[in-house]
């Protein structure tokens, strides 16, 4: 099975953020990895792996060195995707229909969302006789759609058109009275009463499977591209990554980049520094000690990169230009939305090298600002080298987007050989690479 085909069935298990954090946490187990706790105590050891949640929808994952830790390789993607999250009272209509009410997570392409069969994921909370639960809920089936409204309604549709959420975004649930209401539907799929249904985490998610396209399936398409991709490739870069003597290797898994990062679960929060420092502390490493090994760390910050749109060059920059199947993107931006600069860009470059993964450098035209990622708000928890890549992909942030077969191999490749890597910073803007 190639990568690609392992990232399509995480795609499929991953409609939420919840299921995605479930899903890599599934697959660390298989590989050894041992869960921990954020409110237990913590005995870790030289060599051991391990890894924790956070509000289930945010993951980290750690293998500890078996010699002295010198540094960290790390990498971090996101479990979220633009999409629209149900109202706790979320059943709303008129007398002939039942709509559900929503509202939008993140900057998505209203459009194309629109007439195709969509579902709804996430978690809900149950009452239980010991207290309270969270339990993953899934309704898999065509269940909703959010109807266009007809061109002969709207005769100028298609020279543009401002989609407004709560007018024309409110998905169809179907004709009042013809069955089950949604609260009733999910506390059937938790397994509870209905009355045992406390609260929700609900989100729209669309039906599509992963596909492959072109004449030799050289694309694929599917939903949640942006950013699974990437949280799926660098995990699997971490599995199949041999042990660092002396580098600690961590995957992190955030929830919340889409709205900016700064929730106890997002990028921008205690979650990494808390585990590298309870890691640290578990190895008997003193304050300079573990300031030395962050100095002597690189991360990775992965999420993918506009390729050239066939129908639209010109938004690409002339020279930066990246195409799918073109191998890991590295992504610059003067004005630091992406935290690259020449000299992680050049480090991270000789590994890839080393491992004969391809590389391509994206950089937005001058004249578009572009959007930003994990790493320059993740540098404000823990501020050491990082590294903005991906992999080039079109149609971002629509309900299902396309990206090139080969890519999550290239990604993964250099996910491994960075883990494995062997370098020493030696002095500032010097790199000893074994």
């Known amino acids: 099975m190639q990568t ?41 050891k030289p060599g051991g792996q ?23 390789r790390m990498t971090a993607a996101h479990s979220d995707s633009p999409t629209f999250r149900v109202k706790n009272d979320g059943m709303g209509g008129d007398k002939r229909y039942a709509r559900l009410e929503v509202e939008g997570y993140g900057g998505m392409n209203c459009a194309s969302w629109l007439d195709r069969p969509l579902t ?47 007018r024309d975004m409110q998905p169809l649930f179907g004709l009042n009275g013809a069955g089950e209401d949604l609260g009733e539907q999910l506390a059937r799929a938790a397994g509870v009463e209905y009355g045992d249904l406390l609260s929700t985490d609900i989100v729209l998610c669309p039906r599509q499977r992963p596909v492959r396209l072109g004449a030799a399936g050289e694309l694929f398409q599917a939903p949640r591209i942006d950013d699974l991709a990437c949280a799926y490739a660098t995990l699997e870069g971490l599995l199949r990554a041999g042990p660092n003597p002396a580098a600690g290797q961590v ?62 060059p010109e938004k690409a920059d002339p020279e930066n230009r990246v195409y799918p199947n073109g191998g890991v993107v590295v992504k610059l931006n003067a004005s630091q939305k992406y935290t690259t600069t020449g000299l992680t860009a050049g480090l991270f470059r000789a590994v890839c090298q080393r491992a004969g993964v391809p590389v391509q450098v994206f950089a937005n035209r001058a004249d578009e600002p572009g959007g930003s990622t994990l790493g320059n ?11 903005d890549i991906g992999m080039a992909q079109l149609a971002m942030h629509a309900a299902v987007e396309t990206a090139g077969s ?27 690479l074994g």
């Open 50 to 72: 391990y890894y924790v949640t956070r509000n289930q929808s945010s993951l980290i994952a750690f293998r500890l060195p078996s010699d002295p830790l010198t540094g960290w």
């Open 120 to 166: 709804v994921a996430g978690r809900v909370v149950v009452r239980t006789p010991e207290g309270v639960e969270s339990r993953l809920v899934y309704l898999d089936r065509d269940l909703l759609t959010i109807p266009s409204l007809a061109i002969h309604q709207q005769r100028d549709v298609n020279k543009g058109h401002e989609y407004n959420l709560q």
């Open 377 to 387: 708000l993740l540098s404000h928890a823990v501020s050491i080298p990082m590294v």
């Open 251 to 312: 995957y992190c898994l955030f929830d919340n980049e889409e709205v900016g990062s700064g929730t106890r679960q997002g990028a921008m929060s205690s979650f990494l520094p808390d585990v590298l420092t309870r890691a640290a502390l578990a190895l008997g490493l003193g304050e300079e000690e573990r300031r030395r090994a962050l100095a002597n760390s690189l991360l990775l910050s992965a999420d993918n990169g506009h390729a050239v749109h066939p129908n639209f």
């Open 4 to 44: 690609l085909d392992r990232l399509m069935t995480y795609l499929e298990h991953s409609p939420s953020p919840f299921h995605a954090a479930a899903s890599a946490a599934a697959l660390l187990e298989e590989g050894g990895f041992v869960r921990l706790e954020e409110g237990d105590a913590w005995a870790l």
């Open 406 to 432: 080969q890519d999550p191999e290239h990604l993964s490749r250099a996910c491994t050989a960075f883990f494995e890597a062997n370098f020493t910073q030696c002095a500032d803007g010097r790199y000893v």
